[in-house]
């Protein structure tokens, strides 16, 4: 079993549509939780970065971790075209620098 | 502006032949880190670096190596490449915030 799991898609849905990416682990050491956007033939960039349990809001995107339930999630609002990526959910232990456990990645397309 | 570049963008081996792909950064970053990305996959780690003359093994490391020679470069080379090693490989910065990399846009490698 893989200590991130994240259903890889592809998802697809209209422009405006309220998008729900999701990500389930089994290490219970997991502190610090991310979510990468990655293009089509570029590198991943950090999109929102969240430390414990609780909600981060920035712009359309809302990061939600649930440590009990080892469940974390992305939410995207108004989607638009230009929303369509890879998205990889990552997390990390405190006691390991840099050395993030990624999940599969969803491949998402916004259809205009 | 800082950036980590990845030279070549695409490159055809011939098994058994040994490779090096080059990662160069400008953040001034002592941590680097080499993923390859694959289909199902997602993100696995390969090697990284703590620092000047520090290497350290990630989780799929056979069958590749790694120096650290200065803070800019972390050239990653394939000893005698098979196809199993036929991949997009990411080479990755950070600094001291956990979990926050800065990708390169990656080598294409292809093993014949």
């Known amino acids: 079993q893989k200590e991130v799991e994240q259903d890889p898609g592809p998802l697809s849905v209209p422009e405006g549509a309220i998008v729900s990416l999701n990500c389930t682990y089994s290490n219970s050491a997991f502190q610090y939780f991310m979510w990468y956007r990655q293009y089509s033939r570029k590198g991943p960039e950090l999109l929102m970065y969240t430390y414990s349990s609780g909600n981060k809001e920035d712009g359309r995107f809302t990061a939600q971790v649930d440590k009990s339930s080892k469940y974390i999630s992305l939410f995207i609002r108004d989607s638009q075209p230009s929303d369509s990526a890879t998205y990889l959910c990552a997390m990390i232990g405190s006691g390991n620098t840099g050395k993030l456990i990624f999940g599969q990645g969803t491949t998402l397309q916004v259809k205009p | 502006d800082a950036e980590i570049t990845q030279s070549p963008r695409h490159k055809i081996t011939e098994t058994g032949r040994q490779v090096t792909l080059a990662c160069h950064q400008t953040?001034?970053?002592?941590?680097m880190f080499w993923y390859r990305q694959d289909l199902g996959h997602g993100l696995r780690l390969i090697h990284y670096s703590y620092g000047v003359q520090d290497t350290n093994k990630g989780e799929v490391s056979d069958g590749y190596s790694v120096s650290r020679s200065n803070t800019e470069d972390l050239p990653l080379t394939l000893e005698s490449a098979a196809s199993s090693q036929t991949s997009v490989y990411f080479c990755?910065?950070?600094?001291?915030?956990?979990?926050?990399?800065?990708f390169g846009n990656g080598t294409r490698l292809t093993v014949t």
């Open positions: 953040w001034n970053h002592n941590n």
């Open positions: 990755a910065s950070s600094g001291d915030t956990l979990g926050t990399l800065h």
